[in-house]
């Protein structure tokens, strides 16, 4: 998530440079096609361009609003998470055992843990492969889930416990079975009361709440029928585009003087700026649209949950505590 003031003109030029690349080629082509004896004269009328436009903004528009609609409800998710692991770490030093209450906390922990490296397993619709978002990563920022591996990370919180843990095909969801077997077993040895193990177990119930709202999130794209159509009506308007804009500037030509000898070929700069809009917007969209992949606008729950870490830990009374991590590049992951 991008947490600084604003994106510098020149990272999102670089970012977005290809759309421009691709526009200065078709209005070559427009002009060529224009001028060329073989083809001279040669337009796409701007009532048919003037129309394509109004439904690619329409339909941009609405993948845009619901892509923002998927970021934010991942958002919330996030902030419940967080909202109930204070709750649980409070419960458990409160009314359990220094050593159980440790273990506890530390196992909620392995949970966030593999929850996240489960959040960032690449997808087959995610953007985060496209050339220009690998190069802004690689440029810019980075992932904690590139660094480590869910095996050592799992290792530091739970010990021996942790072989069992990554030998099933959903650890984060064993490591809420284990939660609620202990809890049980807590009861049933009288060392909590009834009310305390309600709360607890209410805690438990809004863990699994939580990851199957992020995991429908992760596994189930921006429905591809929308996302597709966007692009291509995108690509079909400005591939269209400079045709339909090349005459009005040829028309410009007949007033004569410096104006005259260069308005035709004033049609690739003003193609190139409104198609780079156009495409900006689409690859905006496609790029926000999966908020778990790691990309610069996704929900930074590395730092979400390092965050969360140190303060239960903290609350545990260790003091050996994990760094936070700051935004890099103001981009925090």
Same mark, same amino acid.
């Given at each position: 998530?991008?947490?600084?003031?604003?994106?510098?003109?020149?990272?999102?030029?670089?970012?977005?440079?290809?759309?421009?690349?691709?526009?200065?080629?078709?209005?070559?082509?427009?002009?060529?096609?224009?001028?060329?004896?073989?083809?001279?004269?040669?337009?796409?009328?701007?009532?048919?361009?003037?129309?394509?436009?109004?439904?690619?903004?329409?339909?941009?528009?609405?993948?845009?609003?619901?892509?923002?609609?998927?970021?934010?409800?991942?958002?919330?998710?996030?902030?419940?998470?967080?909202?109930?692991?204070?709750?649980?770490?409070?419960?458990?030093?409160?009314?359990?055992?220094?050593?159980?209450?440790?273990?506890?906390?530390?196992?909620?922990?392995?949970?966030?843990?593999?929850?996240?490296?489960?959040?960032?397993?690449?997808?087959?619709?995610?953007?985060?492969?496209?050339?220009?978002?690998?190069?802004?990563?690689?440029?810019?920022?980075?992932?904690?889930?590139?660094?480590?591996?869910?095996?050592? $990370?799992?290792?530091? #919180?739970? *010990?021996?416990?942790?072989?069992?843990?990554?030998?099933?095909?959903? =650890?984060?969801? @064993? /490591? +809420?079975?284990?939660?609620?077997?202990?809890?049980?077993?807590?009861?049933?040895?009288?060392?909590?009361?009834?009310?305390?193990?309600?709360?607890?177990?209410?805690?438990?119930?809004?863990?699994?709440?939580?990851?199957?709202?992020?995991?429908?999130?992760?596994?189930?794209?921006?429905?591809?029928?929308?996302?597709?159509?966007?692009?291509?009506?995108?690509?079909?308007?400005?591939?269209?585009?400079?045709?339909?804009?090349?005459?009005?500037?040829? $028309?410009?030509?007949? #007033?004569? *003087?410096?104006?005259?000898?260069?308005?035709?070929?004033?049609?690739? =700069?003003?193609? @190139? /700026? +409104?198609?780079?809009?156009?495409?900006?917007?689409?690859?905006?969209?496609?790029?926000?649209?999966?908020?778990?992949?790691?990309?610069?606008?996704?929900?930074?729950?590395?730092?979400?949950?390092?965050?969360?870490?140190?303060?239960?830990?903290?609350?545990?009374?260790?003091?050996?505590?994990?760094?936070?991590?700051?935004?890099?590049?103001?981009?925090?992951?």
């Amino acid at each position: 998530m991008y947490v600084g003031r604003s994106y510098r003109l020149l990272d999102f030029a670089l970012w977005s440079r290809r759309s421009v690349i691709y526009m200065v080629v078709v209005s070559g082509l427009a002009i060529a096609a224009y001028r060329l004896p073989g083809t001279s004269g040669f337009s796409v009328p701007w009532s048919i361009v003037l129309v394509l436009g109004t439904t690619v903004s329409l339909v941009a528009g609405f993948k845009n609003s619901q892509v923002f609609t998927r970021a934010n409800e991942a958002l919330q998710a996030f902030s419940q998470i967080t909202a109930s692991s204070r709750l649980w770490s409070g419960f458990c030093r409160d009314f359990t055992d220094a050593a159980t209450a440790r273990q506890l906390v530390h196992r909620h922990l392995a949970w966030l843990t593999a929850l996240r490296f489960a959040l960032r397993r690449p997808m087959p619709w995610e953007s985060l492969a496209r050339a220009a978002n690998v190069e802004f990563r690689r440029r810019r920022y980075h992932i904690q889930e590139d660094k480590t591996s869910l095996a050592d $990370e799992l290792r530091g #919180l739970l *010990g021996e416990e942790a072989e069992n843990v990554l030998k099933s095909p959903q =650890p984060a969801t @064993a /490591l +809420l079975d284990m939660q609620l077997t202990q809890v049980n077993g807590l009861l049933k040895s009288t060392s909590i009361p009834p009310q305390i193990y309600s709360e607890l177990t209410k805690l438990i119930r809004d863990f699994h709440d939580q990851q199957a709202r992020c995991d429908r999130i992760k596994n189930n794209p921006y429905p591809r029928q929308y996302a597709i159509i966007s692009s291509m009506f995108m690509m079909i308007f400005c591939t269209l585009l400079p045709f339909g804009i090349v005459p009005v500037f040829a $028309e410009m030509g007949k #007033l004569g *003087g410096v104006l005259g000898a260069i308005a035709i070929w004033l049609t690739i =700069p003003f193609s @190139a /700026l +409104l198609g780079w809009v156009y495409m900006s917007l689409d690859l905006v969209g496609e790029s926000s649209a999966n908020p778990f992949e790691g990309g610069a606008n996704d929900v930074p729950i590395s730092q979400i949950c390092r965050d969360i870490e140190i303060e239960l830990r903290r609350g545990l009374g260790e003091t050996n505590l994990p760094k936070p991590l700051p935004a890099l590049n103001d981009i925090a992951t």
